[in-house]
């Protein structure tokens, strides 16, 4: 399966400015995915990156609070921008791969992390 | 709408017994796929175990098996001989392929083993 890794893996943050988190993965994949996990809650997509085209945002999320890059097949970034409280939650990328045993079906791998706290 | 219902909040085992974490959901596609992911409180989501709509049999991987029941729209996780490792939340959660594969999870239920 791909290896998946986040930078960074935690951070604590003023409210009013942005993060960049980096995505990167060991082997080139078409679709990247971008979830949020607010604290005690469960994972919800917040848009899905496909290199050399514009992220497509899931409702509630907008481009200019969570823009996303994907200039390659194998990298991807999520900014969170003009931050509040209200956005510290994990956020974890996922890529599709084909799962190493069984039937060889497609799933999602997730990379570790990172963790957003908003003061 | 898609919909993924998880109705135990948590569960607790004894170590080397075998539970079982529910799992139902709603489609109209004939065509999905259903997934559990174990998330331990390091937060990092590990992929357990997959079953396609249209498999016959029940998947299983090691001491994870799927218990699925169509018609009923369940997936049920039964995990064997449970460890002390195996204490986290499990999510469970549906794809449609064909067009691209997002998941929707479920509200997630947390295991805890003791010994």
């Known amino acids: 399966s791909a290896v998946i890794s986040q930078k960074p893996s935690r951070d604590i943050c003023q409210r009013g400015t942005s993060l960049t988190i980096q995505c990167q993965v060991d082997?080139?994949?078409?679709?990247m995915f971008w979830y949020r996990q607010q604290p005690g809650q469960s994972l919800t997509l917040i848009a899905t990156a496909n290199q050399g085209s514009e992220a497509t945002y899931e409702s509630g999320f907008v481009i200019d609070k969570f823009p996303i890059s994907r200039p390659n097949l194998t990298f991807s970034t999520l900014t969170v921008s003009n931050m509040s409280p209200e956005d510290s939650s994990i956020y974890l990328c996922s890529v599709e791969d084909v799962v190493t045993s069984g039937q060889g079906r497609e799933t999602q791998y997730f990379g570790p992390g990172t963790r957003l706290l908003v003061l | 709408a898609q919909k993924i219902t998880q109705t135990q909040p948590g569960m607790f085992v004894q170590e080397k017994e075998a539970v079982t974490l529910d799992c139902t959901y709603d489609t109209s596609d004939p065509s999905y796929g259903l997934f559990w992911y174990k998330q331990p409180s390091s937060g990092e989501m590990i992929f357990l175990i997959y079953?396609?709509?249209?498999?016959?049999q029940n998947a299983t991987e090691g001491r994870y098996s799927l218990n699925f029941q169509k018609a009923r729209k369940s997936a049920n996780l039964v995990i064997s001989a449970s460890q002390l490792g195996d204490s986290a939340m499990y999510f469970c959660a549906m794809n449609h392929p064909g067009g691209y594969n997002k998941l929707i999870f479920g509200a997630g239920t947390r295991l805890a083993v003791h010994p």
């Open positions: 079953q396609g709509s249209y498999d016959q």
């Open positions: 082997s080139q994949v078409t679709m």
